[in-house]
């Protein structure tokens, strides 16, 4: 039997010839995404920022650290979750992807998710809810509402992005009453 570990390590590397997009010729590197392949919980952000793909991970620095503290927060670990984007190369000026971006990127995101087959996933931003769902809503309006993943059982938890939070600290507690949300969840589900 094929692990879910050799499986997503040979998306990894189709991720890395993608020339799907004009991303990939502007991109030095592209980034799949990291964590337990067999994880009950997916964490999806948007796009790796620039250091971010030199580190081959989908959120690095002030970003990742308050993802982090989140989950810290709910006693998780984010080393029991998986972690990925919905667009695997950094926009120039780490701009917000665009919609072309997206849903050419979004086949490997669903290939992804159908490996790990997780129980909850968490979609951080517009851009991750989106991409999940096939839609055009925006975070705020649709904020800790359920949604059904389509593909196989799954709840997808729409929250913030880390950078939200980043730019905006006073708005934190938001993020702190999501995550004691999501740990409801996965009490339930996992």
């Known amino acids: ?6 499986l997503l390590k040979s998306l990894h590397d189709r991720i890395l010839s993608c020339e799907m997009c004009p991303l990939s010729k502007q991109i030095t590197s ?51 979750w998986y972690t990925l984007t919905a667009v695997k190369c950094c926009p120039p000026s780490e701009r917000t992807p665009y919609d072309i971006e997206v849903k050419m990127c979004r086949p490997y995101l669903l290939k992804q998710l159908g490996v790990i087959r997780p129980k909850l996933i968490i979609a951080m931003g517009t851009t991750a809810l989106n ?24 709840i997808i938890f729409p929250t913030y992005h880390p950078k939200y ?16 949300k999501i740990k409801k969840l996965i009490d339930k589900l996992c």
């Open 30 to 80: 592209a980034v799949s995404g990291v964590g337990n392949p067999d994880a009950d919980v997916v964490v999806v952000g948007d796009a790796p920022r620039f250091q971010a793909t030199y580190k081959d991970v989908p959120m690095s620095g002030d970003e990742f650290e308050i993802l982090e503290d989140l989950v810290m927060k709910i006693d998780c670990n984010l080393k029991d």
């Open 165 to 180: 939070y980043k730019h905006q600290p006073s708005k934190m507690d938001k993020g702190i009453n999501d995550f004691f």
């Open 1 to 6: 039997m094929v692990k879910n570990s050799d």
């Open 131 to 154: 991409a999940l769902v096939d839609e055009n809503y925006k975070i705020g309006d649709v904020r800790r509402q359920l949604f059904d993943f389509e593909f196989f059982p799954a």
